[in-house]
């Protein structure tokens, strides 16, 4: 009785095992087929390539090929909901960016929770912002249009894309916290605002740095800041805005990009997958594919990016409110 006692405890011990086991092995078998990632932008921009190209580096890794799968919508609405409604075990990842942030506090109702039903994987890059003006103007210097700006309440324009973008919220925290009085006109995207300002019809513009460059370049716009927290690696010669000092001092905002995937993916599926992410973008090849379209790879923990979309979800809901833009 005993001995049969002692093989039931020993059978019913091996069973539990097993189960305790069962996990660990499902979570080695990840990925089990190929992974896609969907981005909410059309094909051969910025967000689109650096997908491609991290995602090519980590399929080798990963012992799967990435699949890249685009689309784009107003407020990436339609990526999102894709990528919130797909399940959750780590192959079907979302590409999110500032833009994510900006529109979780721009529009009254999504079919997804951004801070909730997503779970954060890496940063994938950052991109810096700019202010700049006409070459041979009547601003040199971010100080001087400061100067003038104070001195003339109210006559300083500043041009952005459209109403609610990255640019436009950042031109308006700019203003806010610079404690200037001026208006910011938006424009229906970035070659009508390059327009205005070269033309005279705008003082100054706003816009991401990368698109601005062959102006730059070809001496036809003048860089006076950037708005990140370190000048750009194109552009050393020129300051952060932050660099002015007073109640600019703290000031940084950029762009920037990163992986998500749906809310409930195992931890350890997600962690894997930060490592290979952070891994790629560690690589020099990747650095450089990446810095000629003007981005800087920057890779993180999942709980820092995860920190940091609350954070813009934070701060651009503030802006909208002081900026009285309305919630679509």
């Known amino acids: 009785m005993q001995a049969l006692h002692r093989r039931t405890l020993l059978s019913w011990l091996a069973a539990s095992s097993c189960g305790a086991a069962a996990p660990a092995v499902a979570q080695s078998a990840f990925p089990s087929r190929p992974l896609r990632i969907v981005v909410p932008n059309a094909a051969g921009g910025a967000a689109d390539i650096t997908a491609r190209t991290v995602g090519q580096k980590i399929a080798g890794p990963l012992g799967q090929s990435v699949v890249i799968e685009n689309k784009p919508s107003a407020g990436g609405v339609v990526a999102g909901d894709l990528v919130a409604r797909a399940e959750p075990d780590g192959h079907t990842l979302l590409l999110v960016s ?18 909730k039903d997503f779970a954060p994987v890496s940063l994938l890059a950052t991109f810096d912002l700019a202010v700049v003006v006409k070459e041979g103007g009547r601003f040199t210097t971010l100080a001087e249009l400061l100067a003038y700006a104070r001195a003339h309440p109210g006559k300083l324009n500043i041009g952005t894309p459209q109403i609610g973008t990255t640019q436009n919220l950042a031109a308006e925290l700019f203003k806010v916290t610079a404690g200037i009085d001026a208006q910011v006109v938006p424009f229906n995207g970035t070659p009508p605002v ?31 800041a950037v708005m990140g927290a370190q000048r750009a690696a194109q552009l050393p010669d020129v300051p952060t805005v932050r660099e002015s000092g007073g109640p600019l001092a703290s000031f940084n905002v950029t ?14 599926v997600v962690e894997r997958l930060s490592r290979e992410v952070q891994a790629a973008l560690a690589q020099p090849d990747v650095k450089k594919r ?27 809901s503030d802006v909208i409110a002081r900026a009285k833009i309305a919630r679509q």
Do not use: C, Y
């Open 290 to 316: 990446l810095l000629e379209l003007n981005l800087n790879a920057q890779g993180s923990t999942p709980a820092q990016l995860g920190e940091h979309l609350a954070a813009d979800v934070r701060r651009w």
């Open 98 to 115: 500032s833009g994510t942030a900006v529109s979780a506090a721009l529009f009254k109702a999504l079919p997804f929770d951004t801070l």
């Open 255 to 268: 762009s920037w990009n990163g992986l998500a995937v749906p809310a409930k993916t195992p931890a350890a």
């Open 194 to 224: 390059i327009t205005a300002v070269r033309g005279g019809e705008i003082d100054v513009m706003i816009d991401i740095l990368g698109g601005l460059m062959p102006q730059i370049g070809a001496k036809a716009l003048r860089p006076l």
